[in-house]
């Protein structure tokens, strides 16, 4: 709203200043025809009536001519060559409509009255413009007396010309000393009279020898491994990190407001993983979706990115009220018309359960309502079985009673070979969900991805929140390595699933290569502007109750099968006796509710694939 009011004050100022402009240039040319005093001879004094009689009209021409070229739309801070062939276009094109119908009407006027007011005019014009970038340059050498910020800019090209040039403009203390670009033909040349100094193995040296406060990086285009790259170079410096995203490039107004810091997605190196399906609003359309766990990380990007597809209805249920009534402020926000239900309910409790199913007769059920850390479930297992063993099986059963047509379960690489609690329990609602999909029409999935980034409980905010603190970075491993994607990836592919779906899959992301959390530690530390281990220090802990070194996506016996997307993969079901395992999940159910302290043993027995980290 401030921006819009700014805006308007800026058009109304200058549409003032243009009033004032073709009064001038009216009046002007009767002083250089007649002289200052002569304006009460009668044949002056005749033109001049004719002149003031029209002269509303010659205002409002000139000012829709001005509206027409854009001229009160305008960053004028930057007016160059081609905005001043602008004003003197406006300037010509308002003398030849004065002159059209000034004759056509028979209005007769001395005849170096229309050069003159299109000099004067047009100069005025000009004039009032170009003194902005004036003023703006005089204000900005006012500041060069304080204390200025050396600025490195990484790239050459229109977005970097762009920058440098409102840098250079504005009043704030930055010098832009010089240009990295690895073009080999732009070496030795000067952008906007800024050196370009050489490629990206310049970065180090130049930052020393220029002294260099910050570093941006201006190449919107660039890869996410090419920015990657560019950082880690950066990050030997002790210069600040920042860069201009791929958004800027459709940024006209401000472009030095769209540099940001580094951000951790920026260290991740690689493309989000984003799956765009034309079927996914076909599929959801006109259904009624029920998301558990709605208000958790996964959970509440599932609900928006299923409204924005335009269900019958959404039903978001959840037993965390807080982060769940701030979920359903923002629906209600940005989606007015939509129809959804919030509903605090807990997935442990089938009869609250059975009523919502029986009220809202779902469609589709994408279930992520699950205890994920891995900590807290070591100390409290039972909790681990109650919550998401449980939790899975109501749903699954009360699925399968209300003929639900497709079920999405949220799953986790620690299902892998799991070494705690946690990743044994949803390995084992893997296999519920493999069981039931045998003996119901419903369609049971799985999917299954490694951290998120910035999610609730993972690694990235705790770090950074110890960064803020002053230290120490609390590290389990030095080599403990994890996968990541973002929130968005995560979801995508969920929502892709429900769509691949034939029954029975646990659905795989290709999420590339793992990331080691030292590195991303130090990454993150040299991102905030600081020395890993000189001013912020790295402590190893120890590997946490039921951590492991490595995760993994898939377990060897699954296989892999491809999908219509490369970046989807089918593990194969694991044969297992339905009856006994489900006769062993009553057993392991009850132990748990009945708060068993030997519950580990009923868990490796009903998965075998479960080995307790000693």
């Known amino acids: 709203m401030h921006m819009k009011l700014k805006k308007r004050y800026s058009t109304a100022i200058f549409i003032l200043i243009d009033i004032m402009i073709a009064i001038f240039s009216t009046i002007m040319p009767f002083v250089f025809r007649f002289g200052i005093f002569s304006f009460n001879t009668g044949i002056a004094e005749r033109f001049f009536l004719v002149a003031m009689k029209w002269l509303p009209l010659d205002i409002l021409i000139f000012m829709a001519v001005n509206t027409v070229l854009r001229l009160y739309n305008r960053v004028w801070t930057y007016a160059s060559v081609g905005e001043m062939y602008d004003c003197a276009k406006a300037a010509v094109i308002t003398e030849a409509i004065y002159m059209a119908y000034k004759m056509l009407l028979g209005i007769n006027m001395f005849r170096s009255y229309y050069p003159f ?121 002790s210069a600040r990190v920042r860069r201009l995203p791929a958004i800027a490039s ?56 299923i409204i924005a597809n335009e269900p019958k209805k959404l039903v978001i249920v959840d037993i965390y009220e807080n982060s769940t009534y701030e979920l359903e402020m ?48 070591e100390t409290s297992p039972n909790e681990a079985i109650k919550n998401n063993c449980l939790g899975t099986l109501n749903l699954a059963k009360l699925s399968d009673k209300y003929s639900v047509k497709r079920f999405v379960m949220i799953s986790t690489d620690k299902a892998v070979r799991p070494t705690n609690v946690m990743g044994a329990s949803k390995r084992i609602c893997e296999m519920i969900v493999q069981t039931y999909n045998n003996r119901s029409s419903t369609e049971f999935v799985a999917v299954r991805f490694g951290n998120v980034l910035g999610s609730n409980g993972s690694v990235i905010p705790l770090f950074l929140k110890q960064i803020e603190e002053g230290g120490p970075v609390t590290l389990t491993h030095r080599e403990i390595t994890r996968f990541f994607m973002t929130i968005p990836e995560a ?101 748990a509710e009945d708060n068993m302290a030997d519950i580990r043993k009923d868990i490796m027995d009903i998965c075998p694939t479960y080995q307790p980290r000693v």
Do not use: W
Request: aromatic share 6%; net charge negative.
């Open 491 to 591: 979801v995508s592919l969920v929502l892709t699933a429900g769509l691949l779906a034939k029954g029975g899959e646990i659905f795989i992301l290709d999420m590339g290569e793992p990331v080691k959390i030292y590195d991303l530690a130090c990454n993150l530390i040299k991102m905030k502007g600081y020395e890993p281990e000189k001013d912020i220090k790295i402590e190893v802990v120890g590997l946490r109750p039921g951590e492991k070194l490595y995760e993994e996506l898939l377990m060897a016996e699954e296989g892999l099968q491809e999908t219509s997307n490369k970046k989807i993969h089918i593990g194969k079901p694991i044969e297992l006796d339905e009856e006994v395992f489900l006769s062993k999940l009553d057993r392991l159910i009850d132990k």
């Open 117 to 237: 007011n299109f000099l004067i005019m047009g100069m005025l014009l000009g004039l009032s413009r170009i003194s902005i970038r004036v003023i703006r340059g005089i204000e900005k050498r006012k500041n060069k007396k304080g204390d200025t910020r050396n600025v490195m800019i990484i790239g050459g090209g229109a977005a970097a010309t762009m920058l440098i040039k409102e840098y250079q403009l504005s009043n704030r203390r930055i010098n832009v000393c010089c240009i990295i670009d690895d073009n080999p033909e732009k070496k030795g040349k000067r952008l906007n009279d800024i050196p370009i100094i050489g490629g990206r193995e310049l970065i180090v040296d130049a930052a020393e020898r220029y002294s260099v406060d910050e570093i941006v990086i201006a190449i919107p285009s660039a890869s996410p491994a090419e920015i990657k790259d560019i950082i880690q170079i950066c990050q030997e410096t």
């Open 330 to 377: 923002e629906l209600r926000r940005f989606y007015p018309n939509a129809q959804f239900e919030v509903l605090i309910a807990s997935v442990r409790d089938y009869d609250r359960l059975d009523t919502i199913f029986a009220k809202y007769k779902p469609d589709v059920v994408y279930h992520a309502a699950a205890h994920k850390h891995v900590p807290l479930m």
């Open 250 to 305: 459709t940024i006209t107004d401000s472009l030095s407001s769209a540099v940001r810091d580094v951000n951790y997605e920026d260290l991740l190196g690689r493309e989000s993983v984003i799956i765009k399906n034309p079927e996914l609003h076909d599929f959801l359309h006109d259904k009624v979706v029920m998301v558990t766990g709605g208000g958790g990380s996964i959970g509440s990007e599932l609900c928006r990115q």
